[in-house]
C-alpha cells in the first residue's frame, strides 16, 4: 500500500497561522488522500489538539519530547535510534553517501531527505542501492527540489521501489509537491481516484494566506490558469473532445476550461466565444474581420482580450459590416 | 567528456500560444536574436499560417539568423506546408497526431490516412530543399507499434529527426526511457524530447530523454507554453550541465531571462 505523507505544516513556523486554519489545512489534506500529516511542535501547540481523523507524526528535537507529547502515530528527528515509533530522518546530498546506509540498517524506518541530483546520476540504480543497503528497513523517500525533479523522484520511487514518500503542498519547503505526486499516481496507476481534489482551490487558497506568497498561474494541478486555452487548434479539440488536450478533466481538481481569445484564436474560437458569451455569430467573412481586428488590438497591447475587450470588438466590427448574422 | 546535447527553443512558438502574451513583429526579432546570440541550435519561431504578418515576421528571424536553424510549425495539410515553406525556414515541423484520441476524436481519421497524409507533406517540404522534423504529437499516450512503423516509413522517404511530444505532459521517467529506448533500438532516428510540465515533471522527463539518446531537447524561456508550459530552458541546463555540454551556460540563460521578462511575463 502506497503512504503518503504531507510535510508542509512542519514548514510554517515562522508564519503560523490560527488554530482553525492549522486544522483547516489538515482537513483539506485528508481530504485530497493525504495517508499521514506531519507537524511541527510548533504547529502542534498552537492546534492545542489533534483531529481526530487520520494519522499524525510530530517533529521533534529531543526523545524525550516522544513521552511528552502522546497520542501520535510517528516521530520523526535527526537521531538514529531505534525506538518504537520513531521515524528517524537522515540527509543525503551525493549518491555516493548512499553506501553510509548500512551504518544505520538497524533502524526499522527511515527518511531519507535530499538526492536532489539523483535524475542525472542514475536514480534507477540508486534507488536499487538504497533498498541494497537497508533490507530490513522501511524507507520513506523525502526528495529534494533544487534540480526541479523532486515530485519525479518522489512518482518512480513509488512505482518501482517503495510504499512511502514525504512531499509537501505546492513543493513547500523545496520538496516535491503533493498535488502533483497525487495526481500523478491517479494517472498512472489509478491510486486513490474516488479521493476528491475540488478542494485544491480551497487549499491553495489557505496556503496563500498563510505563507503570504501567490502561488504561480502556471503551478501545476493548482495553477489559477493552467485552464486557460487559445491557440486555434486547442480550441477547435476542446469542443470536440476536452480529453484530446487535457491530461485530466478540470472539473475534478476544481478547475475549469476557459477559451481565451488572442492573436493565436481562429474562426471556430471566435464562434464559440459568442455562442458562450450569448452573443450573435454573424457569417464567416464578419468573423474573419473580428480575428484581423483581434489580433491588431492584441499586439497592440502584447496581451490577450478578456470578455470584455472581445465583446466589444465583436459588436464594433458587427456594426461596420451591417450585421450580417446568420442565427 | 559529457554528451553534447542540443537546445530547440520553442517560446516563440509553443511559449507564445500561452494566453495572455502576443508578441509584436520586434519582439520576436528580439527574442529570436538573443536566442543566437546564446547558442540555441534550432529557434522554433512561430506559425506561418497564423498569418501574412507572422510569416513576414518569420521571414525576417530567418534572414537576420547567424548560427541558429529556424523551424516553424505546420499542420499536417498540404496546403499549410506549402504556406509555410514560403518563409524559407532552415527546418519545417510538421505536427502529427498520432494518439487514437487525435486520429479517431480529432480529425476523425484514421493511421493509414495519417501515414499517407504526413508522407505526402514530408515530399513536398523535402524536394524544397527544407528538412523536415516530424512532431509526434500525444506520443506518450500512442500505441509504439504504430510509433515505430511510422518512423520506418519517415526514415525512408528522408526524415532524420522525429519529435516526441508528451503533448498533455503525463510521462513519468520511467516512461519516458521505455518510449525513447524503445525508439532508438528499433529504428536509427534522431529524437527531439519535447515535453510538457502538468505533472511537474518537464524537466526531469527531459533529462531522462536525453541520457536515453534523444540529442535534441525543446525549451522555453520561463517554461511558458500551453496550460502548465513547457520545459524551462533555466531549469534544464542547471539541472543537467553536470552531465551533458551544451552551447550556452546557465548564467547565459539567466541574462536571457532578464532581457525578455517584460515581453513574456504576460504568460507566465
Not at chain 1, 538504497?130 to 530490513?136: E, V, Y
Not at chain 1, 498512472?188 to 476528491?196: A, E, F, G, I, S
Not at chain 1, 485552464?227 to 486547442?234: D, R, T
Not at chain 2, 522534423?133 to 518512423?151: K, N, P, Q, Y
Amino acid at each position: 500500500m502506497l503512504r503518503i505523507t504531507d510535510n508542509t505544516l512542519t514548514g510554517f513556523d515562522k508564519c503560523l497561522p490560527s488554530k482553525e486554519d492549522l486544522h483547516l489545512f489538515c482537513r483539506l489534506l485528508r481530504e485530497i488522500g493525504i495517508d499521514v500529516i506531519e507537524i511541527s511542535l510548533a504547529a502542534y501547540e498552537k492546534m492545542e489538539y489533534l483531529p481526530d481523523d487520520g494519522k499524525y507524526i510530530l517533529q521533534v528535537d529531543y526523545a524525550e519530547d516522544i513521552d511528552r507529547y502522546t497520542g501520535f502515530y510517528r516521530y520523526t528527528c535527526h537521531f538514529h535510534e531505534n525506538l518504537e515509533n520513531l521515524m528517524p530522518e537522515i540527509q543525503i546530498n551525493d549518491i555516493r553517501e548512499i553506501i553510509k546506509l548500512r551504518a544505520i540498517s538497524h533502524c526499522r524506518e527511515l527518511r531519507i531527505a535530499g538526492l536532489d541530483d539523483l535524475m542525472c546520476n542514475g536514480y534507477d540504480k540508486a534507488m536499487e542501492e538504497i533498498k541494497k543497503n537497508l533490507p530490513n528497513t522501511k524507507v520513506n523517500l523525502n526528495p529534494e527540489n533544487t534540480y526541479h525533479c523532486a515530485s519525479a523522484m518522489a512518482i518512480q520511487w513509488l512505482l518501482s521501489y517503495g510504499t512511502d514518500v514525504t512531499v509537501s503542498f505546492a513543493g513547500h519547503k523545496n520538496n516535491g509537491a503533493t498535488e502533483e505526486v497525487l495526481m500523478a499516481l491517479r494517472l498512472v496507476v489509478r491510486h486513490k481516484p474516488n479521493k476528491d481534489l475540488t478542494v485544491l482551490p480551497a487549499l491553495t487558497k489557505l496556503y496563500e494566506k498563510i505563507t503570504d506568497t501567490n502561488i504561480s498561474n502556471k503551478k501545476p494541478v493548482i495553477g489559477k490558469c493552467i485552464f486557460k486555452v487559445e491557440s486555434g487548434i486547442h480550441a477547435d479539440a476542446m469542443s470536440k473532445n476536452p480529453a484530446i488536450y487535457e491530461a485530466y478533466e478540470p472539473a475534478c481538481v476544481g478547475g475549469k476550461s476557459e477559451l481565451v481569445i488572442g492573436k493565436h484564436s481562429g474562426t471556430k474560437a471566435v464562434k464559440m466565444k459568442l455562442e458562450e458569451l450569448l452573443l450573435p455569430v454573424p457569417e464567416e467573412t464578419v468573423i474573419l474581420k473580428m480575428l484581423d481586428k483581434i489580433k491588431e488590438v492584441c499586439s497592440d497591447s502584447r496581451s490577450s482580450l478578456c470578455d470584455e475587450e472581445f465583446a466589444q470588438i465583436a459588436a464594433k466590427v458587427g456594426a461596420n459590416e451591417g450585421n450580417k448574422i446568420h442565427r | 567528456m559529457k554528451e553534447i546535447k542540443y537546445i530547440v527553443d520553442t517560446t516563440l512558438r509553443d511559449g507564445e500560444q500561452s494566453p495572455g502574451i502576443a508578441l509584436r513583429r520586434e519582439d520576436k526579432l528580439k527574442i529570436a536574436k538573443l536566442l543566437d546570440n546564446v547558442g540555441v541550435y534550432e529557434i522554433e519561431a512561430g506559425i506561418p499560417c497564423l498569418g501574412q504578418s507572422e510569416s513576414d515576421c518569420i521571414g525576417e528571424i530567418v534572414s537576420c539568423a547567424r548560427n541558429a536553424k529556424i523551424s516553424v510549425w505546420s499542420r499536417m495539410n498540404v496546403e499549410d506546408v506549402k504556406k509555410s515553406l514560403v518563409c524559407k525556414p532552415h527546418i519545417l515541423h510538421i505536427g502529427t497526431p498520432v494518439s487514437y484520441i487525435q486520429i479517431y476524436s480529432k480529425l476523425k481519421k484514421n493511421k493509414a490516412w495519417v501515414q499517407k497524409n504526413i508522407l505526402d507533406c514530408v515530399d513536398i517540404s523535402l524536394s524544397k530543399g527544407i528538412d523536415v522534423t516530424v512532431g509526434l504529437e500525444d506520443a506518450s499516450r500512442s500505441d509504439i507499434g504504430f510509433i515505430l512503423s511510422l518512423i520506418k516509413e519517415l526514415k525512408k522517404s528522408g526524415v532524420k529527426v522525429i519529435r516526441l511530444a508528451d503533448t498533455v505532459g503525463v510521462l513519468t521517467p520511467g516512461r519516458t526511457k521505455e518510449i525513447v529506448e524503445t525508439i532508438k533500438a528499433h529504428t536509427d532516428i534522431e529524437v527531439e524530447m519535447h515535453v510538457h510540465n502538468d505533472l511537474g515533471m518537464a524537466v526531469a522527463n527531459s533529462i531522462i530523454g536525453a541520457k536515453a539518446g534523444a540529442a535534441y531537447v525543446d525549451c522555453t524561456l520561463f517554461g511558458i507554453g500551453e496550460r502548465t508550459g513547457n520545459c524551462n530552458f533555466y531549469d534544464f541546463i542547471h539541472a543537467s550541465e553536470e552531465i551533458f555540454q551544451f552551447a550556452m551556460t546557465k548564467k547565459q540563460v539567466r541574462e536571457l531571462e532578464a532581457e525578455c521578462y517584460e515581453l513574456l511575463k504576460g504568460a507566465m
